[in-house]
């Protein structure tokens, strides 16, 4: 018989190969983010004073989280509408938080990642960074999106 601690790494082991097979599927810009999402929330579950469950929860809402913010990002591409990036912005960080703090916690690290490598790519300036990351608090808050939302975006979104 598997001891807990033995159950608890295969457990953690799975998790991890099937989140890395769904950032495959997503394409290969999305490695390196997936992979340290992945080992982040290995070590976070590993060192929570939890019972196994509420690991087990997090993990599996990190990763809910982390796919409501990719929904949110393909539909702001496809919507390709100007003035919505903030909409957006809210409605992928409250998708995402309203799963739990697993949700909120993978927001929160996709977002800042997002913003800083944004920040310092793109050259929008610190202006633009900190409404967006304004927008971002606002729905991990639990606000609702369509205060951001532009007049004649199509209700699809």
């Not at 390709?80 to 992928?92: S, T, V």
């Not at 050259?123 to 900190?130: I, Q």
Request: charged fraction near 25%; charge should be positive.
């Amino acid at each position: 018989m598997l001891g807990q601690k033995s159950l608890r790494g295969a457990l953690e082991l799975l998790i991890s190969l099937i989140f890395l097979q769904l950032c495959v599927r997503l394409g290969q810009g999305t490695m390196r983010l997936c992979i340290c999402f992945v080992l982040l929330s290995i070590v976070l579950y590993a060192s929570a004073d939890n019972p196994f469950s509420s690991g087990f929860k997090f993990v599996r809402d990190a990763a809910g989280g982390a796919r409501d913010m990719w929904r949110a990002y393909r539909d702001m591409r496809e919507a390709n509408y100007i003035g919505a990036d903030k909409y957006f912005h809210a409605r992928g960080n409250y998708d995402a938080a309203r799963r739990g703090p697993g949700g909120a916690w993978a927001a929160k690290v996709i977002s800042d990642a997002r913003e800083g490598w944004q920040s310092s790519v793109s050259g929008r300036g610190a202006e633009d960074t900190r409404l967006d990351q304004e927008a971002n608090e606002w729905g991990r808050r639990g606000g609702d999106p369509n205060r951001f939302r532009p007049a004649g975006l199509p209700s699809k979104y």
